[in-house]
């Protein structure tokens, strides 16, 4: 039964929420608003005070002509010309589209909204809600909104729109539903008698579809609670709200009067009809068994919202079988679904294994860098497995912090920060000792370095870099630090090749002046402490170059670093 439960669910959380009088409410200071609509205006909008409560409703209405004329003319806008809406942009999917219509709307009352949105408070509960293109409009308002988002001190808005037309193209559904949060936040009502939601959808409407493919090229986002004179289902899964919409456009053209005429749906009726006739049905609904329980969940939402009132099974109907492939590939994505949080713990363990690897590395005068680099121990082998995890979990997170919308990835990348640094800093030394491990192996930073730990550092570098004053803490904290360039190992294995280069009698001046541009760099870093004292162990790679640089350069050479190591101040680093 267990099973059962999991694919009817959409019947129980439709029936919750109107039974929660959210839809109730809403529609009714629509209604108001439209009596209140002149004939001459094309949208209104109206914020309304919940007596003793801090919660306000934001509605929208637009008038039935301008919604007509909107709709038949309607075309979608591209994200390069909606610099409002540039946040939603991801690094791997730049370009969207939304609604001419919608955009027209909501750029008519921007000024306003603007106003009102700069007088918000954090603590306000809002629902925004709207009918038609106002819902359109309502849910443009929203995502505006969610951009100025700070949680957890701000509370996040609820859109309820009643039969809105679908407003943007994959595009917009893949930024939107890229964010769990952001996608919960949408809840979109529409009836099986109205056509507005599916307008842009339905196969009958040649300006909705792709000529290719003949597939629509508008596409849903957001939770959907689809409703009929047989009861209501929600739908969150946005394929299956595509199939579940044209279906609902093909039943109901089967069964239209020669000569209707499209009109607004007035959902008033429709909400006291759900609300006095709520129940959580169940099994007992079907006339036949279903042995499969994802069948007998989907037969039972789609009988709901007045489709498969036959009730043939998956093997013979087709939507059915489209819905099940649907709910199947859903339900894996959600499984596989990105959450860091999930996965954190089991990383620190691995943070924590290497960060004891690293102490052992030290009492044997060597350091981790070096201890791993020249292997052979237990220890160091299974330091392989830790890396490997810890890689695996931040190449997934960096790609999937690309595919965030700006302010996600803007929000996210500042809450990891420190984590990715940490981590960059520890695991990239064991990656280059990996590389040059491999005679013939130069310059690792162009040739070897992963694209993960480049994003890494340059959202550390975006985040602002280190206050001088903070020299003191880490002077303070040097001992029990990591080097803060996680390519300082690098520059070491490039000198040690220059030394060798050198003492082969090969590219002298231009081998000469590479070595004297890493001892400045090794210099900047001892001064602002910003390297490991760990590179001045005994058997570290940095102590073998200093051996070699020292016999090639002579005692009468001098430099800050060589003052610096011949008068042995590396023991006082600490």
């Known amino acids: 039964m267990s099973q059962f439960s999991l694919f009817s669910s959409g019947i129980e959380l439709a029936n919750l929420v109107v039974s929660s009088g959210l839809l109730k409410f809403s529609w009714d200071k629509i209604s108001e608003l439209y009596t209140e609509l002149n004939q001459s205006e094309e949208i209104r909008w109206k914020v309304y005070q919940q007596p003793q409560s801090n919660c306000i409703i934001v509605a929208f209405v637009v008038s039935p002509n301008c919604t007509k004329q909107l709709l038949e003319k309607d075309e979608l806008v591209p994200s390069s010309s909606l610099p409002f809406f540039h946040f939603l942009r991801t690094k791997i999917d730049s370009s969207f589209s939304i609604s001419k219509a919608a955009v027209t709307l909501f750029d008519s009352v921007l000024d306003q909204l603007s106003s009102f949105k700069d007088r918000l408070g954090n603590s306000i509960s809002m629902i925004v809600t709207g009918h038609c293109l106002g819902g359109s409009v309502a849910s443009l308002f929203t995502l505006w909104l969610l951009k100025s988002i700070n949680q957890p001190v701000t509370k996040r808005p609820l859109c309820i729109t009643f039969g809105a037309p679908l407003i943007g193209d994959k595009g917009l559904q893949q930024a939107i539903s890229q964010n769990l949060m952001w996608n919960s936040d949408f809840l979109h009502v529409a009836a099986s008698q109205d056509l507005v939601p599916r307008f842009f959808i339905s196969p009958y409407n040649p300006n909705a579809m792709e000529i290719d493919s003949q597939t629509g090229i508008y596409k849903p986002f957001g939770i959907f609670l689809l409703c009929s004179?047989?009861?209501?289902?929600?739908?969150?899964?946005?394929?299956?709200?595509?199939?579940?919409?044209?279906?609902?456009?093909?039943?109901?053209?089967?069964?239209?009067?020669?000569?209707?005429?499209?009109?607004?749906?007035?959902?008033g009726a429709v909400v006291k009809r759900l609300m006095s006739a709520i129940s959580f049905k169940g099994i007992s609904q079907l006339s036949e068994m279903i042995e499969c329980p994802r069948q007998a969940g989907i037969v039972l939402q789609l009988q709901a919202i007045g489709l498969n009132r036959r009730q043939q099974s998956g093997d013979s109907n087709p939507l059915i079988a489209k819905l099940e492939k649907c709910e199947e590939a859903f339900v894996s994505k959600r499984k596989m679904g990105f959450d860091p949080s999930k996965k954190l713990n089991k990383r620190k363990e691995d943070m924590a294994k290497l960060e004891w690897y690293k102490k052992v590395s030290k009492s044997e005068d060597k350091g981790y860098y070096d201890s791993y680099k020249n292997g052979g121990s237990k220890k160091d082998m299974h330091v392989v497995t830790f890396k490997k995890s810890l890689t695996n979990y931040w190449k997934e997170m960096v790609a999937e912090v690309e595919r965030m919308p700006q302010k996600e990835e803007a929000s996210f990348r500042t809450r990891w920060l420190y984590a990715g640094t940490n981590y960059r800093r520890m695991v990239e030394p064991l990656d280059i000792a990996d590389y040059y491990k491999e005679n013939g192996k130069k310059d690792y930073k162009a040739n070897g370095r992963s694209e993960h730990y480049i994003k890494l550092e340059k959202w550390l570098e975006e985040a602002g870099k280190p206050l001088s004053s903070q020299v003191i803490t880490r002077k303070q904290n040097v001992s029990a630090s990591l080097t803060e360039d996680s390519c300082f190992w690098a520059h070491v294995e490039e000198a040690l090749i220059q030394c060798e280069l050198l003492r082969n009698g090969q590219e002298e001046e231009s081998t000469r002046k590479k070595l004297i541009e890493f001892e400045e760099y090794v210099m900047e870093q001892i001064e602002e402490y910003a390297v490991s004292p760990e590179i001045f162990l005994g058997g570290s790679s940095f102590m073998q170059w200093w051996k070699d640089y020292e016999q090639i350069v002579g005692t009468s050479y001098k430099s800050q670093l060589t003052d610096f190591m011949k008068s042995r101040l590396y023991q006082q680093y600490h």
Not at 236 to 258: C, G, Q, T
Request: net charge negative.
């Open 229 to 267: 004179k047989y009861g209501c289902s929600s739908l969150e899964d946005p394929e299956a709200v595509s199939e579940v919409l044209v279906a609902m456009d093909l039943e109901i053209a089967r069964n239209k009067r020669p000569n209707e005429q499209w009109h607004m749906f007035d959902y």
